[in-house]
């Protein structure tokens, strides 16, 4: 009876050890922090705190009419180049090789300017780099900023997609793996979660002992924490 009991203890062990508790906290799956890389005045504001942009979609504006009309006279210029090269094509054979690359340079210096002043004109317009929603800002109309020192003027993360980023002991570090499921609770929530491990981190926090790894989740407030065990014996 006694070696049955051992044997039961032992049983449960090994079953708890497979049991792995982590704490957790949660992110967005994607966070960026929105700047202007060129210099001038903010003219316009397309969104606030709480605005839910898409990949593209503009979400500021500098005063730009200064480099639209450079770029203007760029492109009349190269206009006026293009039909110069077609005429001197139409009597290469006929001209001096040397005239004839004068105007071919001309064309290709017109074209350079045209695509440098348009490089210029798009970066006075700031867009979202993917689906997000604001969730800070520090930007008003009339504020001045600088391409040389970037300026935070958005913070964005994404709409939806979230990851729990987890913490457990080092010495199961060989244990745990990518596809292992983790049962979780939220802080003050008595609802159980299931999510898979999509990453574990290849280094241990030399403060804490402790290793990462992240689980994908979807509309979790950001900020919040909670823990749970990560169920090595499921696959």
Known sequence: MKKIFIALVTL????????????????????AKLAFVAGGIVDKIYVDI????????????????????????????????KRALNRQQKIKDLIDEGKFDK???????ARDAVAYQEALYKKTYLKAPFDAIIYDKDVELGDA??????????????????KLILEFDQKYNKIVQVGDTFEYQLDGDS??????????YPYANFNNRKIRAEVAAKDILV?????????????
């Open 12 to 31: 449960v062990s090994l079953t708890q050890a497979q049991n792995i508790y982590a704490t957790f906290s949660v992110a967005a799956k994607q966070d």
């Open 50 to 81: 709480g605005s839910k942009v898409t990949k593209g979609e503009v979400v500021a504006s500098l005063q730009n009419d200064d480099i639209k009309a450079i770029l203007q006279s760029a492109k009349t210029t190269l206009k006026f180049a």
């Open 103 to 109: 105007v071919l340079a001309n064309y290709e210096k």
């Open 145 to 162: 900023v600088s391409g040389m020192m970037l300026k935070t003027v958005f913070k964005i993360q994404s709409q939806h997609a979230r």
């Open 191 to 200: 609802k159980k979660y299931r999510g898979k491990i999509t990453k574990i």
């Open 223 to 235: 900020g919040l924490f909670g823990d749970g065990y990560i169920l090595t014996d499921e696959k």
